[in-house]
C-alpha cells in the first residue's frame, strides 16, 4: 500500500489568516489528530533559525495547530536540540533566548520551549535499531520520553544531504551532540596545537577521561575518546576540530538511521508537516538573509517521512521544472537517505499524492 501524502498549494505572501485555514484545513484531512491522544506530551519539533535567518517557518503560522493540540487536551511544547558548531544555538540557555528571539517565546504561542539534549547536548538516550550500520543510535533523551511528535520542515536545499527535509529535521535535529557527530565525522576530534590555550576545560569536561596535558597543550587518547563533542563544546579558542569529510551518501545514510531511533519507539503517534515555502539553497543553519531559490508552493502533510520527502522532491521539479539539487548542491543525490531509510523500515518513496482544493 502506498502512503499518503497530502498537500496544498500556499505562498508566503498570502495573508496569515489564509495560512491558518490551509494549514488546519491539511492537518484535518490529513488526520494527523488520529497521532495525538489526550494527556500525549506532544513535541513540536522545529528549527527556530540560525540568528538573522528569516526563511524559517514563522512561529505564527502554527497557532492553529497549537490550538487543536490543545484543544485535543495534549501538552504540545516546541523542541530542538543543540547544534555541534560554534553558534547562539551550541547551548540551552542562549538556544531559547534566541528561539524567544525569533517569535517561539510561550508568551506569544502558549506553549514551552524544551531543549530536548539537556544544557550542552549531551543528556541522550541509546536506542536500539536495525540498521545496517548502526544497531544504537544516540537520540536526545526528551525526545524519546515524550509520548507523540508533529515534526515541522522548511524544506531547503543543504550542502552535505541535498535536502534538508523531514528526515534531516529527526536524524540530525532529533540526535545528541554524539549522534550529530557520528553522522558527521569519520574520525576523532584532535587538537589544534596553535590554538590551544592550555586552559584545561576540554580535559575537566571529558566523561572518559581521555584528554590530558602535554605541557600546555591538551590531547586526546582516540582509543578511549568515544566522539561525544563536550570538548568541542566548551572550548572557546577553536582548536578542537574534526574531520568533517565523510561522504555524501554516507552521511544520509547514518541521517536515515539516526531518524529511524527517533520515531521507532512511536508506531502511529509521528506526524508530519513539510513546508515548500522560501526553499532556498542552504539550511535555517545559516544566518542572515537567504534568497528564495524558486517560487513557493505549498504545504504537505503525512505520516510517514520518506514519503513526504520524496513528494517534496517531486513537487519542486514538477513546479519549478527544475531539481532541487539543480540549484542549490548539484553534486549531491538526496535520494540516497530515502533509499536507505526504505530500506531499514522507516518509510516508502511509493505515495500517492492527495491535492486538497485552496477553497476547502
Known sequence: MKSQVYFIPASSSESLEIIHTKLLTLYQQANLNACFEPMDLVAIK?????????????????????????????????????????????????HILLAEKQGFSPAKTGIPIIIADGLRGSNEIEVKIPGKLFKKVSIAADAMMTNALLVVTHVTGHMASGIGGAIKNIGMGLASRKGKLRQHSSMKPRVEITKCTGCG????????????????VAVINEKI??????CLTVCNFNAVKYNWKTSNDLLQQKMAEHALGAVIQKKDKVA??????????D?????????????????????????????????????????LVSQSYPSIDPTVQLVHGEGIGLGKMDYELIKIDQQS
Not at 538573522?52 to 504540545?76: F, R
Open 46 to 94: 522545529i528549527h527556530f533559525g540560525e540568528e538573522g535567518n528569516t526563511t524559517h517557518v514563522p512561529a505564527q503560522y502554527l497557532t492553529p495547530i497549537i490550538g487543536a493540540l490543545k484543544k485535543d487536551l495534549t501538552k504540545p511544547f516546541f523542541t530542538e536540540t543543540c547544534v555541534l558548531y560554534k553558534s547562539k544555538r551550541s547551548d540551552a540557555v542562549n
Open 201 to 216: 576545560q576540554c580535559m575537566l569536561w571529558c566523561p572518559e577521561n581521555a584528554i590530558t596535558m602535554n605541557g600546555s
Open 225 to 230: 575518546c568515544i566522539g561525544c563533542g563536550e
Open 272 to 281: 508530519y508537516l513539510n513546508f515548500l515555502m522560501n526553499i532556498t539553497s
Open 283 to 323: 539550511c535555517d543553519c545559516v544566518g542572515g538573509v537567504q534568497q528564495p531559490i524558486t517560487a513557493d508552493i505549498g504545504i504537505l502533510a503525512s505520516k510517514d517521512p520518506v514519503a513526504i520527502d520524496k513528494a517534496s522532491l517531486d513537487l519542486v521539479e514538477q513546479y519549478s521544472g527544475k531539481t
